[in-house]
Nanobody, 120 residues
Framework: VQLQASGGGLVQAGGSLRLSCTAS????????MAWYRQAPGKPRELVAH???????NYTDSVKGRFIISRDNAKNKVHLQMNSLKPEDTAVYYC???????????????WGQGTLVTVSS
């Protein structure tokens, strides 16, 4: 079982990017999923979170600009990032609570990270 993130890159301030994360492997169920980010010299922070029922919450700095969504049929979670600012520059990580087949509980998994760079 693993999470694979994609979609990062270089964009000018004011632009948009869409991150995607796919869960693969012998998955029985997926609970909540989220995106975190870590800027150089800073701790990792939660950016957006979505429950398996579709309820969302966001860190204050991205409210109104970022949208988290999920496709349960495809085991994917997306992060649409609009009106990007230089301070959004970071490595973005997807995160999920996955129940692997053969397991007896949900386990937290992390994707490998994808770099988002916003130029001014």
């Amino acid at each position: 079982v693993q999470l694979q993130a994609s979609g990062g890159g270089l964009v000018q301030a004011g632009g948009s990017l869409r991150l995607s994360c796919t869960a693969s492997g012998r998955i029985f169920d997926i609970n909540a999923m989220a995106w975190y980010r870590q800027a150089p010299g800073k701790p990792r922070e939660l950016v957006a979170h979505i429950t398996n029922g579709g309820n969302t919450n966001y860190t204050d700095s991205v409210k109104g600009r970022f949208i988290i969504s999920r496709d349960n049929a495809k085991n994917k979670v997306h992060l649409q990032m609009n009106s990007l600012k230089p301070e959004d520059t970071a490595v973005y990580y997807c995160n999920g609570d996955l129940w692997a087949r053969g397991s007896t509980m949900y386990t937290e998994y992390w994707g490998q990270g994808t770099l988002v760079t916003v130029s001014s």
